[in-house]
């Protein structure tokens, strides 16, 4: 597909099948996020990718544990892909997805969090162009802070300077794949 085309076809997807991703397209994703952009040239970024169904449930729930609701009168995210947002009944922050890829950065660097961001945008483009769904997933903070979350964070050898900004989840959408969203009018100007 041609790139732009891929764009507009990208959808983020919260429903997906239990079939897992291969190791092949999971290194090829990660690859793309490891080519982003990123301040100062710096390559900071650091991913770690759960390839496992079982560990994306356990960590999915700890997305959402110190969620706050309260917060988000009037928002709405999508009736065909609804998020946490629209249906308080979904209590896992990965949304049944088998892979997810956790992006830290450091702790005190001004552009930590674009950087982990642009990371994410290269890597949900290319899983676009495997043919895989994906969905970028935030709280990636608040998801360790906890005793369970910094056991993980040991376990896997994340520096201790490094904070997780956000997740791409990853699989295979399970019903029909969204169609492109119309843009909003009035987003641009080209000054001549
Ligand atoms: C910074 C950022 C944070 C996001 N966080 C979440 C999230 O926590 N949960 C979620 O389901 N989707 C999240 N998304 C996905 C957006 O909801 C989604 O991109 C948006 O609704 C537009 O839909 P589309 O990606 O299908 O075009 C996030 C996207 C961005 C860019």
Redesign the pocket.
Known sequence: MELLELMKY?????KYHEKQITRDSLQKIIEAGLYAPNAGGGQRTFICAIHNQELCEKIGKL?LSGFDRSRLAGSY??AE?P???DDPAIKN?F?GAPTACAIFSPNNFLYSIPDA?CC??NM?LEAAELGISS?????GEETFDNETGSCFLKEWGVPSNYTAR??V?LGYCQGAY?GE?QRRPGRYKIIE
């Open positions: 990208r959808r983020s997807i919260r997305n995210v999508s892909q998020s946490i947002i922050g949304y961001f994410a945008e949900v969905c970028i997933v935030a709280r956000c997740f989840l969204p969203k």
